[in-house]
């Protein structure tokens, strides 16, 4: 299964780990609930979609990654203890707790998580010392005389052997213990995640151009060489930020992120002649709608006498531009609906007898953030955009205008509805309407050059396809009605593709045998 498969999987099992019945028993008791054994290459994004379905089932996060405990931390250190048995006293060795067992609690107790994953990473890469805990943890959900809590699914990550050649393989034992999710990279999945991502447009046209390139892993004696989807991500990263800062991207530096020299050599020529092209074809004019009618007319003209691969570099140069106008009109939006959700929050509190007003409900906003990020459950941009509402809400609430509804929100003399309006929101969301439809059209006026320079050809799906894996792409809701038919046949072409090449591999396989 892909990437995307597993998240899912793991949130239908988070979602029938944790239900319980009428009597608040659980439904699936706590023996039967197998640990989660997801087994992929490195770099595919195992840790991150552990983040995904925790945030996705509301649920608390505690990840370790095993190869960095030694056995005392993990079991507990050994103390003599005394203990009557029989009249008679013995001294006897007992264990503290357990340093991740321990961290649970302590997770719990800051965060009020009593539910969530216990993420154990790289658990067939432990010790010799540490192997038979891993079959205790497994067997039990014990970790020496200490039992992870109940309510918390626990999720181990490991590499098969050839990825690693420290990897212990699990035994009959182990494995009886666990469900097993084979994971693969996937190159479509990884695609739909790195336009939500903004991962560079060269890196994008580059794996169009070669998928075999997406991900590999030669380990042998003599050599290690790799290129994992983790390394294409922290490429496009910085590259972005050596342009902004007019940095030079050579070969050597592309080599420090995609560890086979052969593709490293590839795509950096491939970079250069991406940069080359984007300044000839002036797509940024373009997608800035900067361009004359004449202007316009000479560049279909040019882009139609085009190979394939640099129709694929242009459509991708164009999907980064229109991203980050999504990206921007996405974050007005959850901006908007944000402050609307606070103030109808603020508008309950208010109704609460005893309440003090805004300085406490700002007051009790900022120590939930302050929790959050203590326990690495907000991300900066979410923290960003609080600590802007907060900023919004001062403006309201700590000024002439807003003593005097705060007046009245006391007296009970102002609905819910009137302090949206006297907020400023309902003009907020017409002006926000307004942006929509500007970012509607614009998608129109881009659909129709693409159309009108490489009719239904491949250019406008990758285009249409683009737009559609963008993460406000729902909130935006722009559609070509016209061009739905086009998009549905295309995509059950590639499903008949992806089961023809699934069957030959299945024939493969048996000729093999």
């Avoid at 010790?127 to 020496?144: H, I, N, R």
């Avoid at 002649?273 to 900067?290: T, V």
């Avoid at 606070?342 to 406490?360: H, T």
Wanted: charged share 30%; glycine share 6%.
């Amino acid at each position: 299964m892909n990437i995307r498969e597993a998240k899912e999987e793991i949130v239908r099992t988070i979602r029938a780990y944790t239900a319980k019945d009428d009597r608040g028993c659980w439904r699936i008791p706590p023996v039967r609930q197998r640990p989660v054994l997801l087994m992929g290459p490195p770099g595919i994004g195992k840790t991150a979609i552990m983040e995904q379905a925790a945030q996705e089932c509301g649920t608390g996060l505690v990840a370790y990654t095993i190869t960095h405990h030694t056995r005392q931390s993990a079991v507990g250190l050994p103390q003599l203890v005394t203990k009557r048995f029989r009249d008679t006293e013995y001294t006897m060795t007992e264990y503290t707790m357990s340093e991740i067992v321990g961290s649970i609690y302590e997770y719990e107790e800051r965060t009020g998580y009593r539910e969530g994953i216990l993420f154990i990473d790289e658990i067939n890469c432990v010790s010799e010392t540490l192997a038979p805990t891993m079959l205790q943890f497994l067997q039990y959900k014990m970790f020496g005389n200490h039992r992870v809590p109940e309510g918390w699914i626990i999720v181990a990550a490991g590499n098969p052997k050839a990825y690693n050649r420290s990897v212990r393989e699990l035994d009959m034992a182990a494995s009886d213990r666990v469900r097993t999710l084979n994971v693969e990279a996937d190159l479509q999945v990884w695609k739909d995640y790195a336009m939500q991502r903004g991962i560079h447009p060269s890196v994008l046209s580059y794996l169009e151009l070669h998928p075999e390139h997406f991900y590999q892993v030669t380990l042998t004696r003599d050599r290690s060489e790799f290129v994992t989807a983790r390394g294409w991500e922290d490429l496009s990263a910085v590259l972005k930020e050596y342009e902004r800062q007019g940095f030079r991207a050579d070969r050597s530096f592309v080599e420090e992120f995609l560890r086979v020299p052969k593709i490293a050599g590839d795509f950096a020529s491939f970079y250069e002649l991406s940069r080359a092209h984007l300044g000839a074809y002036r797509i940024r004019e373009l997608m800035e709608e900067r361009l004359a009618p004449g202007e316009r007319e000479e560049l279909k003209t040019a882009l139609q006498k085009l190979t394939g691969d640099v129709r694929c570099m242009f459509i991708r140069h164009m999907l980064s531009a229109a991203s980050e106008r999504m990206t921007a009109w996405g974050a007005c939006a959850r901006r908007f609906e944000r402050e609307k959700e606070v103030l109808r929050q603020f508008f309950s509190c208010m109704k609460e007898p005893g309440n003090k007003g805004p300085e406490d409900f700002l007051g009790r906003r900022s120590h939930a953030r302050k929790v959050r990020r203590e326990n690495d459950l907000l991300k900066p941009w979410e923290e960003q955009m609080e600590n802007s509402v907060d900023e919004w809400l001062k403006q309201i609430f700590f000024s002439a205008s807003g003593v005097k509804l705060l007046e009245e929100l006391r007296a009970g003399d102002l609905s819910e509805e009137a302090l949206l309006s006297a907020a400023g929101i309902r003009e907020e969301e017409k002006e926000l309407q307004e942006k929509k439809a500007d970012m509607c059209g614009y998608l129109d006026r881009m659909t129709d050059f693409i159309l009108e320079t490489f009719g239904e050809d491949l250019e406008l799906t990758d285009w249409l396809y683009g737009i559609r894996s963008h993460g406000d792409y729902r909130r935006l809701s722009w559609q070509r009605p016209e061009l739905e038919a086009l998009l549905d046949q295309r995509g059950q072409e590639a499903r008949l593709r992806k089961q023809m090449e699934e069957m030959e591999g299945l024939y493969e396989a048996a000729d093999r045998r």
